[in-house]
């Protein structure tokens, strides 16, 4: 809506001429200025009350009504009430009724069966169970809409709606704000009208800002509608009243000059007006008044720390936000070539509730090691060095007991931390990691190979060599992420190259024991990550968890421990490609702990 609105306006145009060009000298006058609106009625009252609140909503310019039903009464009651209103209204007046979903097949035919002659619309939703949809409008002979099994259709809706051509379903009510957009919501609208059914946007409770593009977007879609059926040579119904009467429920808004959703004198209807929509938009004024809360932006605090570790002497690069406190402490350790600025993003998500630290590894970002003399491609930095160093780092970062979150190379070191230092930590959560490889032949080969793009590394610099690195087939999903050019790019902001080729030869998988044996006698909490398409590290993940519960039989106090969860539409690096479940996952974690 946002991005939509500001080309309109860049364009001196409008919302609604954005979604449907001018084309032609009598094209603006094909376009509805007015949209006609159905009001939302609250049906948890007596039928006598609620029949005289719709008679009043008649009175004052609505010719459409929706009522909410299976709210807690019998079907019988609710039929009773439909009666009721149907003949305190009269024959003229459109009755939706919406059950959400809260009929067994049984309660709604009940429902049914009394209401057949109350001429309604349509009713939302009627059962609970989507594969009866259908045998109700078959076997019930009331006219349906689709809404809930709408909102489902976050991909391809239009596959989705296939199985929903029966004629019986007259009617979609679209929500732009649920469906995935006004694209989403076009495309919907669209088949509907091809299948001669209703496309009804309706809203959610939601403010003039909304309700203006709302009031824009159904303007477009009745345009579309008139086209579709001039092409299909069928005889057009009545302009639809659109569900944007959730306006009346708002106590407030957040605007100075609401949105005007009122009686049209010429009409006599209830209507939201284009032009006072397009207005709106265009001159958008926040009441100040009605701001509670200004969240500023999350600062992140930089700074460097000095640590001396047997004759070694590293300087780190520290971030920091959310909370001064130890109660809760989240530290993050990102993978091979990456920084601590990967996790600012997902850090930010904690910053009311946690303070969250990251850290550029030893060799990565503006981290440097001083003090090392020894030849270049000799391999001496080690999963043991840099976790005895890191854990120095945390102690003097976080005197309290702290949560480790590792991606790859820094899960690896996560979890060798955990299992070293589990005074200090009190879990720590595994983002595609492995414990090692526990073939001796294997890790040996593994090991060469590292060193050889350790090598690498010095020889042609960091430019051939990430070109070469994510060409691999590991990083397949993320070379399709439209943000991948952007971490591309940081992977060259590295100060200290020297020693960045010694933590890929030193930390190779190949060259440290394997921690299979220690997984078993873990006794801090673990939640292992891995994307849905990282099929390698998801058959590791796996075996992990096995290898974590092997005593269960002797050990119950493990059984609620540890945790896979598996990152939908993602590869090796879920964190960067689908940061939000890693987040939800993250959270019920820290909660658990």
């Known amino acids: 809506m946002a991005i939509l609105n500001a080309i309109a306006d860049s364009k001196g145009s409008n919302l609604l001429d954005i979604l449907n060009p001018s084309t032609n000298v009598n094209s603006k006058c094909e376009k509805s200025s007015e949209v006609p609106i159905c009001a939302l009625l609250d049906s948890n009252k007596s039928a006598s009350e609620v029949a005289n609140v719709a008679a009043a909503l008649v009175k004052e310019g609505f010719s459409a009504i929706k009522l909410k039903v299976a709210r807690g009464r019998d079907p019988v009651q609710d039929a009773t009430l439909i009666q009721e209103v149907r003949k305190k209204v009269g024959c003229q007046i459109i009755i939706r009724v919406d059950a959400n979903r809260n009929w067994t097949f049984e309660e709604a035919m009940k429902f049914g069966s009394l209401a057949k002659d109350s001429n309604l619309q349509y009713i939302e939703e009627p059962v609970q169970d989507e594969d009866d949809i259908l045998k109700f409008c078959e076997e019930s002979g009331l006219p349906v809409a689709l809404d809930e099994t709408v909102d489902k259709i976050q991909e391809n809706p239009l596959k989705k709606l296939l199985k929903f051509t029966h004629p019986g379903i007259v009617a979609v009510v679209i929500k732009p ?144 936000t959310g909370l001064k406190t130890n109660d809760n ?31 550029d590894l030893p060799g990565h970002g503006k981290s440097v090691l001083h003090g090392v003399e020894r030849a270049a491609e000799e391999p001496w930095l080690s999963l043991e060095i840099v976790g005895d160093i890191l854990h120095k780092v945390i102690h003097h970062v976080a005197p309290a007991k702290v949560t480790l979150v590792g991606y790859s190379m820094g899960a690896r070191i996560a979890l060798y931390m955990a299992l070293r230092f589990n005074s200090k930590i009190k879990g720590a959560v595994l983002i595609s990691s492995s414990p090692g490889l526990k073939d001796k032949l294997a890790r040996k080969i593994r090991a060469a190979k590292d060193d050889s793009r350790a090598r690498s590394v010095i020889a042609h610099g960091l430019q051939l060599f990430l070109s070469s690195w994510y060409a691999g087939e590991l990083w397949k999903s993320l070379r399709s992420h439209p943000h991948f050019n952007r971490i591309f790019a940081s992977r060259l902001q590295h100060n200290d190259i020297q020693n960045l080729a010694q933590m890929l030869s030193g930390l190779s998988i190949g060259r440290h024991l394997p921690l299979w044996e220690d997984l078993p006698n873990c006794r801090v909490p673990l939640l292992i990550i891995h994307g849905e398409k990282d099929t390698k590290f998801k058959k590791i993940a796996q075996s992990m968890m096995n290898t974590l519960c092997s005593d269960l039989r002797s050990n119950h106090e493990k059984g609620n421990t540890h945790e896979v969860v598996e990152i939908p539409n993602c590869g090796h690096a879920a964190h960067l490609e689908n940061p939000l479940p890693v987040i939800a996952a993250l959270k019920q974690f820290i909660t658990r702990l």
């Open 177 to 320: 704000s649920v469906v995935g957009g006004f694209e989403n919501a076009g495309l919907i609208a669209q088949w509907a009208h091809q299948h001669g059914k209703m496309a009804v946007v309706s809203s959610a409770f939601e403010s003039s800002l909304s309700l203006s593009a709302y009031t824009q977007f159904s303007s477009y879609l009745e345009i579309q509608r008139l086209s579709t059926f001039k092409l299909l040579d069928v005889k057009a119904a009545p302009s639809v009243a659109h569900g944007l009467g959730t306006y009346r429920w708002l106590k407030e808004d957040i605007t100075l000059d609401p949105l005007l959703i009122g009686r049209n004198p010429q009409s006599g209807l209830v209507e939201a007006s284009v032009e006072n929509a397009s207005r709106l938009l265009h001159n958008f004024q926040v009441d100040q008044n009605v701001i509670c809360n200004i969240i500023a932006e999350e600062k992140v605090c930089r700074y460097q720390l000095d640590v001396e570790h047997n004759h070694l002497s590293c300087s780190f690069e520290v971030c920091e």
């Open 329 to 359: 402490i989240l530290v993050f350790l990102h993978g091979f070539l990456g920084n601590g600025e990967d996790w600012i993003t997902i850090m930010k998500t904690f910053s009311e509730s946690a303070r969250c630290i990251s850290i």
